[in-house]
Nanobody, 118 residues
Framework: QVQLVESGGGLVQAGGSLRLSCAASGTIFSINSMGWYRQAPGKQRELVAVIASGGRTNYVDSVKGRFTISRDNAKNTVTLQMNSLKPEDTAVYYC????????????WGQGTQVTVSS
């Protein structure tokens, strides 16, 4: 079982920056993808950014050019650098990891609040 622990959320003014980090622990054979999702009040959870083990990334259109996802495969960590934050980025951000060994698995972090004030 893989556990994910997030850190780095908080309150920031519009235009500011925050850095989210997530560390995976437990019995880990390999992690195929790591990513960040977010859920704002009254809205569905959406994918923000994802990074594959080989480094390929994908972002939701609304954060392209502002957010950067990176990972350290040796440390099983993933980071989301968020710049030029907007009030509409306010949400609970969840770390996600997926693997295929020894069987297909998906793990979620507990979530961290990001609040951007106008």
């Amino acid at each position: 079982q893989v556990q994910l622990v997030e850190s780095g959320g908080g309150l920031v003014q519009a235009g500011g920056s925050l850095r989210l980090s997530c560390a995976a622990s437990g019995t880990i054979f390999s992690i195929n993808s790591m990513g960040w999702y977010r859920q704002a009040p009254g809205k569905q959870r959406e994918l923000v950014a994802v990074i594959a083990s080989g480094g390929r990334t994908n972002y939701v259109d609304s954060v392209k050019g502002r957010f950067t996802i990176s990972r350290d495969n040796a440390k099983n960590t993933v980071t989301l650098q968020m710049n030029s934050l907007k009030p509409e980025d306010t949400a609970v951000y969840y770390c996600n990891a997926q693997g295929a060994l020894p069987y297909a698995w998906v793990s979620w972090g507990q979530g961290t609040q990001v609040t951007v004030s106008s």
